[in-house]
């Protein structure tokens, strides 16, 4: 039975994490649980010591050096993999993803064999709700432009509900992500995409965290949005030479403009109903 573990990077979560464990602990048995805190000043450590004293499927990573979302996803990743795991999925600890969508995710993965599967509130029946509404717009805009500027063939960029094969996690190269705080998300889906693994989205409804306070603010939305400009100009060794992402790239853009269909031109009437507008391009030669 192949094991999948969720990875929860957390930093002050002590509210949310005693109930988070339990409702991940009541999935299927092959389902583990690594949480990867830096020493949370309010002791999320502590309480996670405690439980997987008596919980084989829990184990903690306890970073007392280091601290950041980006670099705790690293470690955590390469821990997952030390631990043996065939699949790690990541998610935030403050409830916004929903445990219930694990078994979906697993599911997809094994049906489509795609490398990555994303909870996505961006395709038909994901969504969010209960958020403030500019923080709902910041993750919109910061979507539209990681999309615009590395072109991913993906809807939502910015996720942090994914599941990863091993084989892909085995493949990144870890000591090129430079990303400290949540652009590792962006880091790694380029690095897997430019070495050709494939995604696929299945819907979520993101919900706003359960309790506690927000991690995020403007100190790490800049860093993160100047670090997209970085891995669209320089992407150094996340893209491999020889990677084959420019031509895919192209075909993708293609492919998005022929779905566009194409437009009627404006020296021309416009077609007469009944006639298609393939139809009057092709005519028109
Ligand atoms: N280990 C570790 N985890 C972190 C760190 N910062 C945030 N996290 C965790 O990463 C996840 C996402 O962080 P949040 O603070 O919820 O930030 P967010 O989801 O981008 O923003 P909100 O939508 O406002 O909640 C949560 O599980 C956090 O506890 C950190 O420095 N170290
Ligand atoms: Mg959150």
């Not at 990867?36 to 970073?63: I, M």
């Not at 072109?151 to 493949?171: H, I, K, M, Q, S």
């Not at 990144?172 to 696929?200: K, N, S, T, Y």
Request: aromatic share 6%; net charge positive.
């Amino acid at each position: 039975m192949s094991r999948v573990i969720v990875m929860l990077p957390t930093y002050n979560e002590a509210e949310n994490i005693e109930p988070l464990l339990d409702a991940l602990l009541a999935l299927e048995p092959r389902v583990e649980i690594l949480v990867v805190d830096d020493d949370s000043p309010d002791k999320t450590w502590l309480l996670v010591q405690r439980r997987a004293a008596e919980e084989p499927r829990l184990h903690l990573l306890y970073r007392k050096t280091d601290r950041g979302r980006g670099k705790a996803g690293v470690a955590g990743m390469r821990k997952a993999l030390e631990l043996g795991a065939d699949a790690v999925i990541e998610m935030d600890a403050d409830w916004s993803h929903d445990p219930r969508y694990i078994p979906r995710m697993i599911a997809a993965a094994e049906r489509t064999g795609a490398a990555i599967v994303i909870g996505s509130r961006r395709v038909d029946g994901g969504g969010e709700a209960g958020r403030h509404p500019l923080r709902a717009i910041i993750t919109w805009a910061a979507n539209a432009y990681i999309r615009l500027l590395l072109e991913f063939p993906v809807r939502d960029t910015t996720t942090g509900y994914r599941y990863y094969t091993r084989a892909c996690l085995e493949a990144m190269p870890w000591e090129a992500i430079r990303a400290e705080g949540p652009e590792i998300l962006q880091e790694l889906m380029l690095a897997a995409d430019a070495r050709g693994f494939r995604m696929v989205e299945i819907p979520i409804r993101f919900v706003d965290r359960r309790a506690g306070r927000s991690n995020f603010n403007l100190r790490i939305m800049l860093r993160s949005l100047g670090s997209i400009v970085r891995l669209w100009l320089r992407p150094g060794a996340l893209v491999p030479e020889g990677s084959d992402l420019a031509r895919r790239r192209r075909q993708r853009r293609r492919r998005r403009l022929r779905a566009a269909g194409p437009r009627p031109r404006r020296d021309r009437p416009h077609p007469s109903p009944g006639v298609s507008l393939a139809a009057t391009a092709q005519g028109a030669g």
